[in-house]
């Protein structure tokens, strides 16, 4: 696993506490980056299962000279090849009319 994550961009959201109001805003950060990203090209994926593991958190802290408690990981890179947008529907077919949903 370490050798995958090496081979693109890591971001590893740490708080200063460990609570319930520590990690709501630890989410919307790789939220709001991986956006922002992938605007521009990159792929990412979230990456949380390390964190729940006690040791491995210690050693993601330990790594990153970090005081605080690692809540999650974003994975960003380009991808090997190009990536086709998923089908949306359109909007007509989410809006409300007639107090029915479609």
């Known amino acids: 696993m370490a050798a995958q994550?090496?081979?693109g961009t890591l971001l590893v959201v740490f708080t200063?506490?460990?609570g319930r109001s520590?990690?709501?805003p630890a989410g919307a950060?790789?939220?709001q980056t991986w956006l922002a990203a992938t605007a521009m090209g990159p792929a990412g994926s979230v990456i949380s299962q390390p964190v729940h593991v006690h040791q491995t958190r210690i050693a993601l802290a330990g790594l990153a000279e970090l005081p605080?408690?690692?809540q999650v990981l974003l994975r960003l890179g380009v991808p090997a090849r190009a990536i086709a947008a998923p089908a949306r529907r359109p909007?007509?077919?989410?809006?409300r009319t007639s107090g029915r949903i479609r």
């Open 5 to 7: 994550l090496a081979e």
């Open 16 to 18: 200063p506490g460990d």
């Open 22 to 24: 520590d990690h709501l």
């Open 29 to 31: 950060v790789p939220q």
């Open 68 to 70: 605080g408690h690692p």
């Open 91 to 95: 909007l007509s077919a989410l809006l």
